[in-house]
């Protein structure tokens, strides 16, 4: 009992902190940010204005605005005496310079700088036409200029190097090195600049007219036009420097999230305690399966911070996937289906969302039913994006009745997510070894009869490996028959007797004409029979065998007796009283339908070989009074198998060896001709 509670503690702990990921990974974002995009429907409920909030100019009036504004703009200079200043003060100090020579070039670079000196980019802009014009401001009085009038440092050199025609004159304007001194005087003022611009965007950009508190912004439906993008992007600007104010709404929106949270996950927990026992009561397969959910979850959210339609690439139907291959098709669709609704949120168009990803998924599933080779996931991973292409292009041209809105970007994002689904065998293998688990495909590969333990069964053993393969075939056609699972009794069969491996010559059908236990006691002999299931355990140990198949090994028996070297004890000892439990094997009893099936199939396949007579009667008989027996020692109490399908396996049991067993017709002999 109190395994049971702490077995429920550890799932109830799995499911909170699984919540609790989700919820910290949840977006935060409140229910004034959406996601939309221009000229795409409003896929949210009748938004109406809970405050004033100003319209603004769609973004394509307002980059118009900007780019006519831009081009009429005249740019603020002003002029500095400094340079001036400077080169006159060194022409002054040139003392080799005569007197009178000095003035001249004094006068020559006032003139210049008189004109306008300007530095060799704004120069450039100039002679480029960018630059056609310019204002100066002086005393607050602004004036515009032509700037075609002002002269770059190179012309102001020439200009006064012109005025100086003798070679002695020119000498001395090189030693003065006159073309470093002539800086510019007329600079950009920046500041000025800006503060003009800024002006005149902010009146051309004011608002044109006001939504009022309570009308109508946007409903379900609506075309998200350049000017509602805009309103929109302000209304979100305005409710998030309002939100101090609106916490209690705030609140509210998180609650309902965790509560959305919470039945998605409580839904799941009632389907694995209501409907798949075995999973449920196995806590690492909760804890695999409310992993996957959650990684993929925040994969999901992450995706959707860079990109909206990134979530498509995000492959949700890995889960199912992994699921269908690990556990059942059932389980896979009711944790897609979760998977989907709590992603949903995330999406931009939740309704499309759910049918596209839902269509994948169940492609997914449908397409992995018989799933027996890792090539198939690359078939999977083909269907699937058929599926998502198919889906979203239906939905697209219902919506629209335009192929032009079917998107390539979409088309590529759905690519990219068929390619991520084709290494889904990486994830199985990892979930393999990580919570013990054995798909389909692992099962496959150990029913290769080229497994080294086989191969070796049938060189040491090889009665013993052909009664594994016979009981395999027997077995698998009754787990068909009665919806058990197929390939896990067929290749726990060809693994059941790998203990005899130690001591072959004490079972008979490994026998040749000596029998070894003619020479021991029964108890004795008993003990090395029973000890077959001790050292199959202990091989398959040795040989990292999956649990499943460990579970076979032990169960096959049961807690069964080795009946013959009982009955030979007791007739040799009538009169004592028997220690049954020397010749009862270890066991449990089978645990599982499959487990159940194997036992029969073993006693019946091994019993049916001693049969003198194959008829369809001897057979019948053989297949009841074995397989009752074993009911009536409460072998199969403990198996969920039913009446009906212990009917169900006794027939394919008679049909299966009345056709191994078939009368062969007798060829005549050759007639020699003289």
């Known amino acids: 009992m109190a395994k049971i509670t702490n077995n429920i503690w550890g799932k109830l702990l799995l499911f909170l902190a699984a919540t609790i990921l989700l919820f910290y990974f949840w977006p935060r974002s409140d229910t004034r940010h959406y996601t939309y995009e221009i000229n795409r429907p409003w896929a949210y409920s009748l938004l109406t204005a809970p405050f004033d909030i100003p319209v603004e100019r769609d973004s394509i009036a307002a980059t118009a605005i900007r780019d006519s504004i831009d081009a009429s703009f005249v740019p603020v200079f002003r002029r500095d005496e400094t340079p001036k200043a400077a080169i006159l003060e060194a022409i002054r100090r040139a003392t080799s310079i005569a007197p009178a020579e000095r003035l001249r070039l004094a006068k020559a670079v006032e003139r210049v700088y008189a004109t306008g000196i300007i530095d060799n980019a704004t120069y450039t802009l100039i002679q480029s036409g960018s630059l056609p014009q310019m204002k100066f401001i002086d005393n607050s009085v602004a004036t515009t200029v032509l700037s075609s009038s002002f002269l770059s440092q190179r012309q102001a050199y020439q200009q006064i190097d012109a005025e100086f025609t003798t070679s002695e004159s020119k000498r001395e304007i090189q030693a003065l090195k006159l073309s470093s001194l002539l800086n510019p005087n007329v600079l950009r003022d920046t500041v000025e600049t800006k503060r003009l611009y800024d002006e005149k965007i902010t009146r051309a ?141 995330l999406s931009t168009f939740p309704m499309e969302f759910v049918f596209v990803q839902t269509i994948a998924g169940l492609t997914a599933i449908y397409s992995l039913k018989e799933f027996s080779r890792r090539s198939q996931l690359i078939r999977s991973a083909v269907f699937v994006f058929v599926a998502y292409t198919l889906s979203y292009s239906a939905l697209e041209l219902s919506l629209n009745g335009d192929f032009a809105t079917v998107s390539p970007r979409m088309i590529g994002y759905f690519g990219i997510n068929a390619v991520l689904l084709s290494f889904a065998y990486m994830l199985i293998f990892i979930l393999e070894k990580t919570f013990g688990f054995t798909s389909v495909v692992t099962m496959v590969e150990l029913s290769d009869i080229n497994n080294p333990v086989l191969r070796e069964l049938s060189q040491e053993c090889p009665g013993t490996f052909q009664h594994s393969m016979a009981l395999s075939t027997l077995a698998a056609d009754a787990a068909q028959r009665v919806g058990a699972n197929v390939q896990l009794v067929r290749t726990a069969a060809l693994y059941h007797d790998i203990g005899k491996l130690n001591n072959p010559a004490f079972f008979t059908e490994n026998q040749h004409g000596v029998n070894p236990h003619d020479a021991l006691d029964p108890t004795q002999s ?58 009862t094997y270890p066991g449990p009893n089978p645990q599982t339908r499959e487990a159940s099936i194997m036992m029969m199939a073993d006693s019946v396949e091994a019993a049916s070989r001693s049969l003198k007579d194959y008829s369809t009667e001897s057979i019948t008989a053989l297949v009841n009074k074995i397989i009752d027996g074993q009911i009536a020692d409460g072998l199969h109490a403990e198996s969920p198998i039913s009446f009906r399908d212990v009917a169900t396996i006794k027939d394919a049991f008679i049909s299966r060896l009345r056709t191994m067993y078939h009368a062969r017709v007798s060829y005549p002999e050759d007639i020699k001709r003289k």
């Open 205 to 345: 950009m004011a608002p044109i007219g006001v939504i009022q508190q309570g009308e109508r912004i946007i409903d379900k439906g609506d075309i998200v036009t350049p000017q509602l993008f805009t309103i929109l992007q302000t209304y979100e600007t305005m409710a998030r420097s309002n939100a101090s104010g609106m916490d209690g709404a705030l609140y509210l929106t998180w609650l309902g999230i965790l509560f959305y949270i919470l039945i998605c996950l409580a839904s799941l927990g009632f389907y694995l305690a209501l409907f798949r026992q075995r999973i449920w009561k196995r806590q690492k397969s909760v804890m695999c399966i409310l992993l996957l959910t959650v990684a993929l979850y925040i994969l999901a959210a992450v995706t959707h911070t860079l990109v909206w339609a990134a979530l498509y690439v995000v492959p949700l139907a890995i889960l199912p996937i992994a699921l269908t291959v690990l556990f059942d098709s059932r389980t896979a669709t009711f944790c897609l289906i979760m998977i989907v609704l709590l992603v949903m949120p």
């Open 526 to 583: 008993a003990k090395i029979v029973i000890r077959h299931v001790t050292d199959g355990l202990a091989r398959a140990n040795k040989e990292k065998l999956p649990q499943v198949i460990k579970d076979f090994i032990a169960q096959h028996h049961g807690r069964g007796k080795a009946k013959y070297f009982y009955n030979t004890y007791c007739r040799q000892h009538p009169d004592e009283e028997i220690d049954e439990s020397l010749f």
